[in-house]
């Protein structure tokens, strides 16, 4: 049951600490499919001429599955999609980054 809200605000804070353990699954020697799940500590407002209207923090859950491919200099290319679980606030959304390993 998704719950639908509407926020009058006009400004957005977010700050958030995640702690995730990852699991992958090698494909080929380069390319890997990856798995995230963990624990989301999360703080933020919305604010509505600057008056905090929302002002929320905790901890949530966090997920994420996506694919990786890493070349042999340890540059890497990624893709995933995510998703917060922070009390009222859901984000879900996707990624696509550049990566260097050490």
């Known amino acids: 049951d998704s719950k639908d809200f509407e926020i009058q605000a006009d400004n957005f ?20 499919f990856y798995a995230k799940i963990g624990a989301e500590f999360y703080d933020y407002q919305f604010k509505l001429d600057r008056v905090k209207t929302v002002d929320e923090d905790g901890t949530g859950l966090y997920i994420e599955a996506g694919w990786q491919y890493r070349w042999d200099n340890g540059m890497g290319l990624n893709f995933s999609f995510h998703r917060q679980d922070m009390g009222d606030l859901e984000v879900v959304g996707s990624t696509f980054g550049v990566s260097y390993s050490f």
């Open 13 to 32: 804070d977010f700050g958030s600490v995640i702690v995730a353990l990852k699991g992958e699954l090698k494909a080929s020697k380069r390319n890997s």
